[in-house]
């Protein structure tokens, strides 16, 4: 699958479309923390030349709603600082850098401000359905990929 039929499946899924809010709820949903993307999404960032800008991590917040029970592990975009004042490694100036060209991971592109009480349900809920992307036998293939670029990046970067 291509990374647009990844999001069309995932948007047809949770029920939600495309969006560009700029209203102050939806920037601070950017300075608060990088939204989740998609095997697809992180390649396309990779390939683009933002390697530096992510890194290895797990979702656990599907713990806390009872969806899974143990952490995704994936590649996301980092976060500056700590979690109380940290925000996406590529918001600035009070917008993401993202935006403008394309690269916006599934769940910035589908996040709104408004949310439905529906969401706490799996099936629509936007953050598990980019999760699941990480554990998709289909994607290991470019989650593969995405391992080697990140290895080969970091031995460059530690052997100079």
């Not at 608060?32 to 656990?60: F, M, Q, S």
């Not at 975009?77 to 979690?83: P, R």
């Not at 935006?99 to 589908?110: A, D, M, Y």
Request: with cysteine; charged share 25%; net charge negative.
């Amino acid at each position: 699958m291509t990374r647009e039929e990844v999001f069309e499946r995932i948007a047809n899924q949770v029920g939600r479309h495309n969006v560009s809010c700029n209203c102050e709820k939806c920037k601070q949903m950017c300075q608060r923390t990088p939204c989740l993307g998609t095997p697809h999404d992180i390649l396309a960032l990779i390939n683009a030349g933002y390697i530096d800008k992510v890194c290895y991590t797990e979702w656990a917040a599907g713990m806390a709603l009872g969806h899974i029970r143990q952490p995704i592990p994936m590649v996301q975009l980092k976060s500056t600082g700590s979690k109380v004042d940290g925000c996406c490694i590529c918001y600035h100036d009070g917008k993401c850098e993202l935006h403008e060209n394309g690269l916006k991971p599934t769940e910035g592109k589908l996040s709104h401000h408004e949310v439905s009480a529906r969401e706490l349900l799996p099936q629509y809920n936007l953050s598990f359905q980019v999760a699941l992307e990480w554990v998709r036998e289909e994607n290991f293939g470019i989650i593969g990929e995405i391992a080697d670029r990140l290895c080969e990046y970091l031995n460059k970067k530690q052997n100079g």
